[in-house]
């Protein structure tokens, strides 16, 4: 057995281009051309051995190239590619047997047969001892709720069902590194839910290495320990999403609304470590009373300390509302466009 790596994955100077062929219109003559695209372009990263790695981005900013090129799907342009200290490029068959991967809008399982003959069947391709994938398998079932209808034929699932499916497929050889694109886009409210709670699950508790893509700010906010955001094939930013927010946005900012004052709310207010601005002024409006600007530096120690120290010098606390930075302040900050647009 050979040492565990301190890296799962490392990406170096990884480019892809492609040749896209289109029509042009010239003069009113109508003519093919080729333009070149470069979908990646020279990303370097590094992702720790138990990492939940995070890549955030707008539509066509590379994120499913950059994913099947680290899948061996795609060969790279240049760059290299080493997964679980194998050589994509050298033992493409080390890096497969390393990985599971979860490819967005690609259909990963077979409609004519039940979810659980296409686990046995990859399992058996993976070369999966077969009572360490019947065990394994029963199991990836149960955890995504999909026990009680794994011997349905896959077409008559739900979309959310297939999704689940196709992500307990892309683990049924175990493999330490896991690369899910875009696991929760066209899922309900409630069934991304449970596969955000599964992507936490396998990263806490199995301890795998997490590579998801999604151009959902709040779900790489809520999800991922780091954020690489991809912009135009490359990463503009990278960084744990509070310090992200911290280093391009601005810092939480807490608006009380207060009926009745006294002289100690403001220092008070002031004393608390992790509150960096204060301003205490009178609403001037019919109601009367105060409003108390607080400006934070994180939430979960200080906001609470915030509320409870108001009302402990003797304020009475109306309303309160957070208005926090997001990750797409932050990409905003940096592109001058929204993820969305
Ligand atoms: N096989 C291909 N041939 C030509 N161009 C391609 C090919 N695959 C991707 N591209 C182009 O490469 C760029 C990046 O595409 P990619 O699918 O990696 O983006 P993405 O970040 O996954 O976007 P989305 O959020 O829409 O999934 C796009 O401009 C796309 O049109
Ligand atoms: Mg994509």
């Not at 068959?93 to 990985?99: D, E, G, I, K, N």
């Not at 599971?100 to 070369?127: C, D, H, I, P, T």
């Not at 349905?152 to 196709?166: H, K, N």
């Amino acid at each position: 057995m050979s040492a565990l790596p301190t890296h799962a994955v490392e990406l170096e100077g990884l480019t892809k281009r492609f040749t896209a062929r289109g029509m042009d219109e010239n003069g009113g003559r109508r003519r093919a051309v080729r333009r070149e695209i470069t979908a990646v372009d020279h990303v370097d990263l590094q992702i720790r051995r138990g990492e939940l790695f995070g890549l955030l981005g707008p539509n066509g900013a590379g994120k499913t190239t950059t994913i099947r090129m680290i899948c061996t799907l795609l060969e790279p342009t240049s760059g290299r590619v080493r997964v679980w200290s194998h050589d994509a490029s050298k033992a493409p068959a080390s890096v497969r047997r390393s990985l599971g991967v979860l490819l967005m809008g690609e259909r990963s399982v077979y409609w004519k047969l039940s979810a659980r003959e296409n686990l046995e069947y990859f399992a058996a391709l993976y070369q999966v001892p077969t009572a360490t994938a019947k065990a394994r398998i029963s199991e990836l079932l149960d955890r995504v709720g999909l026990t009680a209808r794994a011997d349905d034929l896959v077409e008559r699932y739900s979309t959310g069902m297939r999704q689940r499916l196709a992500l307990i497929k892309a683990m049924v050889h175990d493999p330490p590194v896991l690369l899910f694109d875009e696991p929760t886009t066209g899922l309900d409210p409630q069934a991304a839910r449970n596969i955000r709670d599964l992507i936490r699950h396998l990263h806490s508790s199995e301890g795998k290495t997490i590579i998801l893509t999604t151009h959902y700010m709040e779900e790489a906010d809520q999800l991922c320990e780091r954020i690489g955001i991809i912009d135009n094939g490359k990463i503009i930013a990278l960084d744990a999403p509070q310090a992200l927010k911290r280093l391009h946005g601005e810092l939480p900012v807490l608006r009380l609304d207060l009926e009745d004052i006294t002289d100690g709310v403001e220092p008070a207010l002031r004393a608390i470590p992790g509150v960096t601005r204060v301003i205490v002024q009178p609403k001037g409006t019919n109601g009367g009373g105060y409003e108390a600007i607080v400006h934070l530096s994180d939430l979960r120690e200080t906001l609470p300390k915030a509320v409870e120290t108001v009302s402990r010098a003797g304020a009475r606390v109306r309303h309160l509302q957070l208005v926090e930075t997001t990750l797409e302040d932050v990409f905003i900050a940096l592109t001058g466009r929204t993820l969305r647009d």
